[in-house]
């Protein structure tokens, strides 16, 4: 029995899906958590027209931007010891596409991981921006880490020895 994301007419319609204008992505360069989010959108509601679709993917973005921002802000609170002002916002565009966002950064992503990495930026950002500090610092060498994907996975990267470390 194929999985879901095998069967012909998941592929066609996340391919029609692909080359919406408004929704417009590449099929090839969906992490494998952003794929299976859209197999669970069609399994459980078949081919979803793109204006139907833009509010599966709006809620998706809030959910996962929420959890993202949920874990990093706990993190850094925890690590600085002072509370950040930091939500997750949304912005109605003209079309009828809804922007979700943390701080100055917007989140396109589908996945968690992918969301984290973003969202860890954004927290980085107010954190430098407003309170004058490096989060998160690198224990050993004592310099900031950056956000990167590796392997699909979130975590941080430290440039001196290029060695990482996880998110929370
Ligand atoms: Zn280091």
Same mark, same amino acid.
């Given at each position: 029995?194929?999985?879901?994301?095998?069967? $012909? +007419?998941?592929?066609?319609?996340?391919?029609?899906?692909?080359?919406?204008?408004?929704?417009?992505?590449?099929?090839?360069?969906?992490?494998?958590?952003?794929?299976?989010?859209?197999?669970?959108?069609?399994?459980? +509601?078949?081919?979803?027209?793109? $204006?139907?679709?833009?509010?599966?993917?709006?809620?998706?973005?809030?959910?996962?931007?929420?959890?993202?921002?949920?874990?990093?802000?706990?993190?850094a609170?925890?690590d600085l010891g002072y509370p950040l002002a930091?939500?997750?916002?949304?912005?109605?565009?003209?079309?009828?596409?809804?922007?979700?966002?943390?701080h100055?950064?917007?989140?396109?992503?589908?996945?968690?991981?992918?969301?984290?990495?973003?969202?860890?930026?954004?927290v980085q950002d107010l954190v430098a921006g407003a309170h004058r500090a490096v989060w998160p610092t690198?224990?050993?060498?004592?310099l900031g880490?950056?956000?990167?994907?590796?392997?699909?996975?979130?975590?941080? +990267?430290?440039?001196?020895?290029?060695?990482?470390? $996880?998110? $929370?």
């Amino acid at each position: 029995m194929p999985t879901t994301s095998e069967r $012909p +007419h998941f592929a066609a319609w996340l391919a029609d899906t692909a080359r919406d204008p408004e929704i417009g992505f590449e099929v090839e360069e969906l992490s494998a958590e952003a794929r299976g989010w859209y197999a669970s959108v069609f399994d459980s +509601h078949g081919e979803v027209p793109p $204006p139907y679709l833009v509010g599966f993917l709006l809620e998706r973005r809030v959910s996962v931007a929420t959890t993202a921002l949920d874990l990093l802000r706990m993190a850094a609170e925890r690590d600085l010891g002072y509370p950040l002002a930091l939500e997750v916002w949304t912005e109605p565009q003209a079309s009828d596409e809804t922007w979700v966002g943390v701080h100055g950064d917007r989140v396109r992503a589908l996945g968690v991981q992918e969301a984290m990495a973003t969202v860890a930026s954004a927290v980085q950002d107010l954190v430098a921006g407003a309170h004058r500090a490096v989060w998160p610092t690198c224990a050993v060498h004592r310099l900031g880490l950056h956000p990167v994907l590796a392997d699909g996975r979130a975590v941080w +990267h430290c440039r001196t020895r290029g060695h990482q470390l $996880p998110m $929370p």
